[in-house]
């Protein structure tokens, strides 16, 4: 019998591609989108029903459907205003997959790159639901930073805004993810029956700073305290600021060191395509030299140093 799947979050790129290529494949019979936003125009194969967080939606879409393969793509706290909404989200999906008698297997999408705390939180909900259904295949895929061509995030406005807050005397490295190895990796790991938390990343890591050379605006070297305060005022809608949010990743470094993409390899049989720079240098040679975005003007930049320095 073809298996019915579930993707949530489609209507962002990466989960609508992901739906896209499952409804593709052969051994897939129906592919259902849910979210409270219909798929990005152009995108076939999938089955869109409107999702509402704080209603029992989702239950009812898992039991009418049927569905024996749920993949959580959506909804993820690097990508929407409201991390709480993010963690419901996930709480919905993972009730849902519980309480059904057809669900099979279950992909989560959790967040390597940009928070640390909401990565944890979310495993820990994962582990306690394969405690409580033991014969649930589960598997957490990591997703380190997306990049690529088409990729729109709080990390791609960061490195866009016209003055960047960068952490005085640190230069991270980050670690990238192109989006086309995002998309084949997800699909790879919802088709396999391989169980446990799982790293998707590209070989190899990229400075900030070359990061910054090559897409960015005026580094603005300030204390970490700084950047904190700057994600303060950018939260409570004080000021404009297209990349406050990724302002962490860069105040305590982006999680590289946790990211080890070998187990997703030797798991699937596959590596990623492009390697961090790789993928980097994709996203940067699409965009060119384009204009900047929002970033902060001189009053921001103003308001942050009275914010850093007590002035």
Known sequence: MARVVLVTGVSGPLAARVAQTLSENPGV????GADSSPPPAGVEGIEYQNVDLHDGSLDRIVAESGAELVLH??????????????LLGTLRVLGAAQRSDTV???????NAAL??????????????????????SVAVMRLAN???????????????SRVVPTVMGRDPRVQFLHEDDGTEALVRMALCE????FDACGADTVPLSHCL???????????????????????HGRIGYAGASAARSVEVGPHVSRLDPA?????????PAYSSIEAFESYAHSRGRVARGAGLRPIHVLALARATFGR
């Open 194 to 197: 391989e169980t446990g938390v």
């Open 213 to 235: 050379r090559r897409v960015g605006g005026q580094r603005l070297p300030v204390p970490a305290r700084g950047l904190r305060a700057l994600r303060g005022v950018a939260r």
């Open 146 to 160: 997306l990049i690529g061509p088409s990729v729109d995030t709080p990390l791609t406005r960061y490195m866009h």
């Open 115 to 136: 928070n640390a705390d909401d990565t944890a939180e979310v495993e820990r909900h994962v582990h306690a639901l394969r405690r409580r259904r033991p014969d649930l």
């Open 263 to 271: 187990p997703l390899c030797a798991a699937l049989g596959w590596a």
């Open 73 to 86: 793509l959506g909804l993820d706290a690097t990508e929407t205003s409201d991390r709480a909404d993010g």
């Open 29 to 32: 019979g129906r592919v259902i």
């Open 104 to 110: 099979r297997r279950l992909v989560v999408r959790s």
